[in-house]
């Protein structure tokens, strides 16, 4: 190792011609060192989510930014100088042990939140492998196998959904990229011009139907490909909170006699808010009279295609023309990771599909290169975490993952439905449990006394539930989400629930 006055008069060492203390390329044992440190503090970390609080009490969480400078020299030169490693360990230890002290660990047993998951460990790794790797993903030419990958974990779902090849699909960055894509293939479908021409070369107005239910990401994807987020019908909901069949066909009907242009209905399977999954099939039956494209947005819902159990739920998932689904909900990945799946080849690429000089040029013999059938260029390998996983652990995993959840929410409800101060607010059909008040006198300010509740539940840190509303009604929202929770920590939720309704209604009698 040698060592000279750098630019500003620091020490700079370097351990040949291309390390320097201000390189980014560090030496083996300075790597091993960190990694070590690292792993050891993500295994601590996983040892603990059983019990860990998802964050702190109240009454410590602030909301300050943070005002330090940029650091012009980095805190590594100085212990590479001197050959102290101990001293770059401990920073690394220090920074993550911040961010875990002070954070909010959608990760915990008691995180019973939205659709955030405990990530799977092997999924963890993986990450840290493509991060090492760094794949670029845009073209077949420059990542091979990892290319190969991903479109076998695209077949593995597409088969799940229950399609026979030829369908196709594309990972994406989560829910939100993947029901735009599945927005812009329907428009492709029925008005291939406007790739080109725009959506103002359409003549009349296209418009396209949702439940009003629907995740928020179909209202900006509305906006985003130059519909007009107005261009949007939120339709009414039955009683089960599943997308009105009849409000459908009337709001088509209406459109038409307009002068509009229907061209798309989204499904969901697993509502943000109560996780109500819209009849498909029956949406399929409709959608083939009308000729309209049929998305489902399955981001939290459709992962039930792993379940030979419980995969009924999402019956007609695969008379739809496009899917998406977030392998970073119920299937326990980090984010991120999503997915948009079309049983019609060809449409990605006319919707997606450019060139330009310094792209590859497509190559005859080769699969098609992801950025032709994409939103994205360069792109990170969304899908390794999932084929990792689903190598190490097997479906079997998630047929257990998926019936644990089920009945731990079943038992939930059950446990609502005998209490004297909750009633359940929507049929529980997936891990959510939507209940509210029962006590009459409060029903006028529910929404209050709901948020007052939540308040007392979470303001100690330890777990986590909200308030939320469905179809306008204000409900008190638990979703099972992590695989590590388990009847204790649902028991003592039930409890810290029990006595603050107890309180609530001392309070306001
Ligand atoms: C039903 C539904 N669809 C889509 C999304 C958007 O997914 P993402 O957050 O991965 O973009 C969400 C997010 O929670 C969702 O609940």
């Known amino acids: 190792m040698t060592s000279e006055a750098g630019p500003m008069g620091n020490r700079k060492a370097s351990y040949n011609s291309s390390v320097t203390s201000h390189s ?35 009454d410590h969480r602030t909301f300050e930014p943070l005002r330090e400078p940029l650091p012009e020299t980095g805190m590594i030169a100085a212990p590479i100088a001197s050959g102290d490693l101990n001293v770059l360990a401990r920073f690394l230890r220090d920074t993550a042990q911040e961010l875990i002290d002070q954070g909010f660990h959608v990760t915990s047993a008691h995180y019973f939140g939205l659709m955030n998951p405990t990530p799977a460990y092997i999924a963890v790794l993986a990450e840290a492998l493509v991060a090492a790797l760094n794949p670029q993903l845009a073209s077949m030419a420059r990542a091979q196998l990892a290319s190969k990958i991903e479109a076998q974990t695209v077949r593995w779902i597409g088969e799940r959904i229950g399609w026979v090849e030829p369908f196709e699909g594309t990972f994406t960055s989560g829910g939100n990229e993947a029901n735009f894509s599945g927005l812009a293939l329907a428009l492709t479908a029925h008005f291939p011009a406007s790739v080109e021409n725009g959506i103002a070369s359409i003549g009349r107005k296209p418009v396209l139907y949702a439940s009003g239910e629907a995740h928020h990401s179909v209202d900006k994807s509305a906006g985003l490909l130059g519909l007009g987020r107005n261009a949007l019908r939120r339709v009414k909901t039955n009683d089960r909170v599943q997308l009105d069949l009849s409000a459908l066909q009337e709001a088509i009907t209406a459109d038409r006699r307009a002068g509009h242009q229907p061209f798309c209905v989204v499904a969901t399977a697993g509502t943000t808010n109560s996780g109500a999954i819209d009849n498909s099939a029956a949406i399929a039956d409709l959608c083939e009279r009308e000729h309209l494209w049929l998305h489902l947005d399955g981001a939290y819902g459709a992962s039930a295609i792993f379940s030979d159990k419980h995969r009924n739920l999402v019956l007609g998932i695969e008379r739809c023309d496009s899917v998406t689904i977030d392998p970073h909900k119920w299937l326990a990945m980090p984010f991120a990771a999503g997915v948009i799946l079309t049983r019609h080849p060809g449409i990605l690429q006319q919707s ?33 975490k999932l084929w990792l996983t689903l190598k190490m652990h097997g479906r079997l995993a998630y047929e257990e993952h998926i019936d644990r959840q089920m009945r731990l929410a079943n038992d939930f ?60 009604e204000s409900v008190i929202r638990v979703m099972i989400i992590s695989y590590l929770t388990g009847e204790k920590q649902l028991v003592e939720l039930q409890q810290a629930l029990h006595s603050a309704a107890t309180a609530a209604m001392t309070q306001s009698a």
């Open 24 to 58: 980014f390329a560090l030496d083996s044992p300075t790597r091993r060192k960190l990694g070590y440190e690292l792993i050891n503090l993500i295994d601590e970390y996983f040892e603990s989510l059983p019990e860990r609080p998802t964050q702190l009490p109240e």
């Open 413 to 472: 409800a059950r446990w609502v439905e005998t209490t004297e101060c909750f009633e359940l607010a929507t049929t529980q059909v997936l891990p959510i449990v939507n209940f509210r008040l029962k006590h009459p006198s409060l029903h006028e300010d529910l929404t209050r006394v709901h948020n007052e509740l939540v308040d007392r539940v979470t303001c100690d840190g330890r777990r986590w539930v909200s308030e939320t509303k469905v179809a306008g």
């Open 352 to 384: 997606f599909g450019v060139s330009t000089s310094y792209m590859p040029k497509g190559t005859a013999n080769l699969p098609l290169d992801n950025f032709r059938m994409s939103t994205q260029w360069s792109r990170r390998m969304n899908s390794l």
